[in-house]
């Protein structure tokens, strides 16, 4: 019995490392470059990471990120000058864009339809509106010499709160130990992205089985009103408390899944809508990655052009 | 209890732990460790069945001392098996049965213009394992019956036997001779004998959890819409079908024979590589080997076997193949499918070639095989897959519609995976697993039969990598036999 507890330990421990061996080889992990709150109290990336991102058990989507020295995923350095054009970008994952190469990124796809303008892409992963308005006034400088700002806004998830206040814990969380042991043995790190411990989540909390990410969005007619309401509330607060410049932002939306309450009241107010949902709707092929909700290819290229549709004139 | 489920995980080293640590010195603890695990692990579905279980142990170890006492009396003993099968195959017919029976009865007056209403119709839910373990028992009294074995007086040995957990819910369908005589015997701790059960568990677990759960969402998706689909996809969903349940039936087989080596058991074969059968008789020399050895033992000789003469010889093996077709489950689908295997297994019959490949494999004493051989495996794995349309297919008439589809749209056209991986990854995957159960074909129960160390760990990890490679959490893991 002893001999086999030993030889059942030495195998089990020399099959992992064969297999932390075999998933770093392979490149079955994603990376998450780390992030951190600055002296603005602006969550974001730190600077100079670069990396793979990777998705499906099989690294059926394998693109390269690049972290700018601003603390963003992009090809390009946040330089706006009174002289170029520049567009902001600003959102969550769906413009971090970690699913796609940097170089091949909305804004990349925004700059090759509109010769000589530059797109800066302050997307980070979890952005609701509140890290957006936040960002834009913490970087009022910054912000006051690009030319346009398109703020992608998804209406049931982004409008949470009326207020910005800096998620320490979430910072806290990633970068504590449970984390980086997670984070540097690859094996862990993938077993965890593919779901494995999955059951051993459900048994721990009772059979619940944890919302998923690939969930279908809730039909607009089964939504809650008065939800609605709130999160039209916050965004009034939003835009009280930090500003909307309404001769250059755009809050691009998927109007399928927006409040006509919210349309509304944006249309009354004069605030520019770059509603992308026809476009989607239209789609002959996918607009979604397979693996998870963010937009695929084809998705950024529709994204892109509606955008570029959007500012042609004003360029010109 | 799933083998593939995080309670199992649980389970298994903690008894494995009180059995050779705990209960090491004494037998009659060891079995009833066993029934006490038995019951838990089957009591994990539903409770409530577990009184079927131990009124078919009763019954038998009761019938079974009734028929030794009246061994020389052949009525008398005659009368005790009758009760034996009569017990068994009424809760088989009850609760597996019944409403086949009255469907089919309606449907038959209906033909002659007569319309009833299924009144009699019952929410029967199938206790899961139903099928294998009243035919274990019945091997019991039947093996008394025939004088090949004596009955046991101790009915916790019998207990245990009647409910060992590795094969209770869906085989191996040991006889008592094989199963019982080790029971009623002391164990040893054997190392080799539960390492060698370790690496089956591995080998069965990889089948289950690589070949067929990711095969189990292309193969419902095309015959769940079978009708939109051209004949290219739709004979790629019999192919991939029949891959998938030979790794979900014989990976259980394997996770069950590999379970009871930890315990010092050994349990029968019951799957040697069916997929290079050469014939359709090598095939069932190859596949669920201890249901067509039990239908031979118990039904097919009984009824004189080949000795009968030509003719007759054709009616027992309609008769078995038909049975056996019938055992699988209350459906039509499963009859025809039985009824198929006899009209493939008849002709090889009649040319004499029913025990060719009795004691050989495909390359026996070469690398790789004749151009012959291929061709025999070819068109054996053909007939075989086009048996399990009707295997597969919920309701005959879907089965005849699908067969029908293949011929009325006869094109090509690429086939998507319903949740859009790539599909090369899949044919990567059969063709791998295809090779090395060729390499491996002669013995069914050294998967990792390698003499370098090296080899062997390098198999291992790569096995557990493609356990990850190909793991989805959304699957649904259940056995497919687990239905029978």
Redesign the interface.
Same mark, same amino acid.
């Given at each position: 019995m002893k001999n086999l507890i030993l030889k059942s330990v030495l195998y089990i421990g020399l099959i992992l490392l064969a297999l932390e061996g075999l998933v770093r080889v392979l490149h079955l992990y994603t990376e998450d470059p780390p992030r951190f709150i600055d002296e603005k109290l602006v969550e974001k990336r730190v600077p100079g990471h670069q990396g793979y991102a990777v998705t499906g058990n099989r690294n059926q989507n394998f693109s390269e990120f690049r972290i700018n020295s601003f603390g963003f995923n992009s090809a390009n350095e946040f330089n706006p000058s009174k002289e170029d054009f520049e567009i902001a970008l600003i959102g969550d994952s769906f413009i971090e864009g970690f699913h796609q190469d940097y170089d091949d990124s909305t804004g990349e796809k925004i700059e090759n339809l509109l010769q000589g303008v530059s797109v800066y892409e302050y997307g980070y992963a979890g952005y609701d509106l509140a890290n957006q308005m936040h960002l834009i006034n913490a970087y009022a400088q910054q912000f006051a010499l690009i030319d346009k700002i398109v703020i992608y806004l998804n209406f049931e998830s982004d409008l949470g709160r009326a207020e910005y206040q800096p998620n320490y814990g979430r910072i806290n969380m990633l970068n504590s130990m449970v984390f980086k042991i997670r984070d540097n043995i690859k094996l862990l790190a993938y077993g965890s992205k593919i779901g494995i411990l999955e059951p051993l989540k459900r048994l721990v909390q009772g059979g619940e089985v944890n919302k998923n990410e690939n969930e279908q969005p809730v039909p607009r007619e089964n939504s809650d009103n008065n939800e609605d309401h709130i999160r039209l509330t916050n965004f009034k607060s939003l835009i009280n408390l930090y500003g909307f410049d309404k001769t250059k932002t755009s809050i691009l939306f998927d109007s399928r899944k927006t409040s006509n309450e919210f349309i509304e009241f944006c249309n009354s107010e004069g605030i520019d809508l770059i509603d992308f949902s026809n476009a989607f709707q239209r789609s002959k092929k996918p607009t979604t990655l397979i693996y998870d909700h963010h937009w695929n290819n084809n998705g950024r290229t529709l994204i892109a052009s509606q955008i570029a549709e959007h500012f042609k004139n004003s360029i010109n | 209890m799933l083998f593939n489920? !995080?309670e199992f995980l649980v389970f298994l080293p903690l008894v494995f732990f009180l059995y050779? /640590?705990v209960f090491k010195k004494n037998l009659q603890h060891q079995n009833i460790l066993i029934i006490l695990a038995s019951y838990l692990f089957y009591g994990w579905w539903d409770w409530r069945f577990l009184i079927l279980i131990l009124l078919s142990t009763l019954v038998d170890f009761y019938v079974g001392q009734q028929i030794f006492k009246n061994i020389d009396n052949k009525k008398k003993a005659q009368y005790w098996l009758w009760v034996s099968m009569a017990f068994n195959l009424s809760l088989l017919g009850f609760f597996k049965y019944f409403n086949f029976f009255i469907d089919s009865f309606i449907e038959m007056f209906s033909m002659v213009g007569y319309e009833m209403k299924s009144t009699w119709m019952l929410r029967i839910i199938l206790p899961v394992g139903i099928s294998f373990y009243t035919f274990q028992t019945m091997s019991y009294s039947f093996d008394i019956y025939y004088k090949k074995l004596k009955p046991t007086k101790d009915l916790v040995a019998f207990t245990a036997f009647v409910a060992f957990f590795p094969q209770l819910v869906a085989g191996p369908i040991e006889r008592a001779s094989n199963l019982l005589s080790q029971i009623t015997n002391k164990r040893d #701790?054997n $190392?080799d004998q539960? /390492?060698s059960g370790l690496k089956l568990i591995l080998w069965g677990f990889f089948k289950k959890l690589v070949i067929a759960d990711s095969l189990a969402p292309i193969v419902d998706d095309i015959f769940a819409n079978y009708a939109d689909y051209p004949a290219s996809t739709l004979i790629l969903g019999v192919f991939l079908f029949s891959f998938q349940v030979y790794g979900d039936f014989s990976g259980y087989s394997d996770i069950a024979i590999g379970t009871a080596k930890l315990f010092g058991i050994e349990l029968m074969s019951n799957f040697k590589f069916p997929n290079f059968s050469r014939n359709v008789a090598e095939y069932w020399q190859r596949w669920h080997i201890s249901l067509s050895t039990w239908f031979r033992h118990y039904l097919y000789i009984p009824l004189g076997g080949n000795r009968v003469g030509k003719l007759l010889s054709i009616r027992n093996i309609s008769i078995i193949f038909i049975v056996s077709g019938f055992w699988h489950g209350a459906n039509w689908t499963f009859i025809v499918w039985g009824a198929l295997h006899a009209l493939f297994y008849i002709p090889v019959y009649l040319m004499g070639r029913n025990r060719m490949y009795a004691d050989n494999v495909i390359a026996e004493n070469s690398w790789f095989p004749s151009i012959k051989e291929i061709g025999q495996v070819v068109l054996t794995f053909l007939m075989v897959s086009f048996s399990r349309i009707f295997f597969r297919s919920p309701t005959i008439t879907d089965s005849f519609a699908y067969i029908k589809q293949i011929g009325e749209d006869f094109s090509y056209a690429p086939y998507a995976h319903p949740?859009? $991986?790539?599909m090369v %990854?899949f044919y990567i995957l059969i063709a791998i697993f295809t090779l090395y159960e060729y390499l491996i074909r002669k013995d069914e129960r050294s998967p990792f039969k390698f003499k370098s160390r090296f080899v062997r760990? @390098?198999v $291992? @990890? !790569?096995l557990?990598?493609g356990m !990850? !490679? #190909? $793991? %989805? %959490?959304g699957v649904n893991r259940s056995f497919i036999y687990f239905q029978f």
């Amino acid at each position: 019995m002893k001999n086999l507890i030993l030889k059942s330990v030495l195998y089990i421990g020399l099959i992992l490392l064969a297999l932390e061996g075999l998933v770093r080889v392979l490149h079955l992990y994603t990376e998450d470059p780390p992030r951190f709150i600055d002296e603005k109290l602006v969550e974001k990336r730190v600077p100079g990471h670069q990396g793979y991102a990777v998705t499906g058990n099989r690294n059926q989507n394998f693109s390269e990120f690049r972290i700018n020295s601003f603390g963003f995923n992009s090809a390009n350095e946040f330089n706006p000058s009174k002289e170029d054009f520049e567009i902001a970008l600003i959102g969550d994952s769906f413009i971090e864009g970690f699913h796609q190469d940097y170089d091949d990124s909305t804004g990349e796809k925004i700059e090759n339809l509109l010769q000589g303008v530059s797109v800066y892409e302050y997307g980070y992963a979890g952005y609701d509106l509140a890290n957006q308005m936040h960002l834009i006034n913490a970087y009022a400088q910054q912000f006051a010499l690009i030319d346009k700002i398109v703020i992608y806004l998804n209406f049931e998830s982004d409008l949470g709160r009326a207020e910005y206040q800096p998620n320490y814990g979430r910072i806290n969380m990633l970068n504590s130990m449970v984390f980086k042991i997670r984070d540097n043995i690859k094996l862990l790190a993938y077993g965890s992205k593919i779901g494995i411990l999955e059951p051993l989540k459900r048994l721990v909390q009772g059979g619940e089985v944890n919302k998923n990410e690939n969930e279908q969005p809730v039909p607009r007619e089964n939504s809650d009103n008065n939800e609605d309401h709130i999160r039209l509330t916050n965004f009034k607060s939003l835009i009280n408390l930090y500003g909307f410049d309404k001769t250059k932002t755009s809050i691009l939306f998927d109007s399928r899944k927006t409040s006509n309450e919210f349309i509304e009241f944006c249309n009354s107010e004069g605030i520019d809508l770059i509603d992308f949902s026809n476009a989607f709707q239209r789609s002959k092929k996918p607009t979604t990655l397979i693996y998870d909700h963010h937009w695929n290819n084809n998705g950024r290229t529709l994204i892109a052009s509606q955008i570029a549709e959007h500012f042609k004139n004003s360029i010109n | 209890m799933l083998f593939n489920s !995080l309670e199992f995980l649980v389970f298994l080293p903690l008894v494995f732990f009180l059995y050779w /640590v705990v209960f090491k010195k004494n037998l009659q603890h060891q079995n009833i460790l066993i029934i006490l695990a038995s019951y838990l692990f089957y009591g994990w579905w539903d409770w409530r069945f577990l009184i079927l279980i131990l009124l078919s142990t009763l019954v038998d170890f009761y019938v079974g001392q009734q028929i030794f006492k009246n061994i020389d009396n052949k009525k008398k003993a005659q009368y005790w098996l009758w009760v034996s099968m009569a017990f068994n195959l009424s809760l088989l017919g009850f609760f597996k049965y019944f409403n086949f029976f009255i469907d089919s009865f309606i449907e038959m007056f209906s033909m002659v213009g007569y319309e009833m209403k299924s009144t009699w119709m019952l929410r029967i839910i199938l206790p899961v394992g139903i099928s294998f373990y009243t035919f274990q028992t019945m091997s019991y009294s039947f093996d008394i019956y025939y004088k090949k074995l004596k009955p046991t007086k101790d009915l916790v040995a019998f207990t245990a036997f009647v409910a060992f957990f590795p094969q209770l819910v869906a085989g191996p369908i040991e006889r008592a001779s094989n199963l019982l005589s080790q029971i009623t015997n002391k164990r040893d #701790f054997n $190392y080799d004998q539960i /390492v060698s059960g370790l690496k089956l568990i591995l080998w069965g677990f990889f089948k289950k959890l690589v070949i067929a759960d990711s095969l189990a969402p292309i193969v419902d998706d095309i015959f769940a819409n079978y009708a939109d689909y051209p004949a290219s996809t739709l004979i790629l969903g019999v192919f991939l079908f029949s891959f998938q349940v030979y790794g979900d039936f014989s990976g259980y087989s394997d996770i069950a024979i590999g379970t009871a080596k930890l315990f010092g058991i050994e349990l029968m074969s019951n799957f040697k590589f069916p997929n290079f059968s050469r014939n359709v008789a090598e095939y069932w020399q190859r596949w669920h080997i201890s249901l067509s050895t039990w239908f031979r033992h118990y039904l097919y000789i009984p009824l004189g076997g080949n000795r009968v003469g030509k003719l007759l010889s054709i009616r027992n093996i309609s008769i078995i193949f038909i049975v056996s077709g019938f055992w699988h489950g209350a459906n039509w689908t499963f009859i025809v499918w039985g009824a198929l295997h006899a009209l493939f297994y008849i002709p090889v019959y009649l040319m004499g070639r029913n025990r060719m490949y009795a004691d050989n494999v495909i390359a026996e004493n070469s690398w790789f095989p004749s151009i012959k051989e291929i061709g025999q495996v070819v068109l054996t794995f053909l007939m075989v897959s086009f048996s399990r349309i009707f295997f597969r297919s919920p309701t005959i008439t879907d089965s005849f519609a699908y067969i029908k589809q293949i011929g009325e749209d006869f094109s090509y056209a690429p086939y998507a995976h319903p949740m859009g $991986y790539r599909m090369v %990854d899949f044919y990567i995957l059969i063709a791998i697993f295809t090779l090395y159960e060729y390499l491996i074909r002669k013995d069914e129960r050294s998967p990792f039969k390698f003499k370098s160390r090296f080899v062997r760990f @390098a198999v $291992y @990890a !790569l096995l557990i990598l493609g356990m !990850l !490679l #190909f $793991y %989805d %959490d959304g699957v649904n893991r259940s056995f497919i036999y687990f239905q029978f």
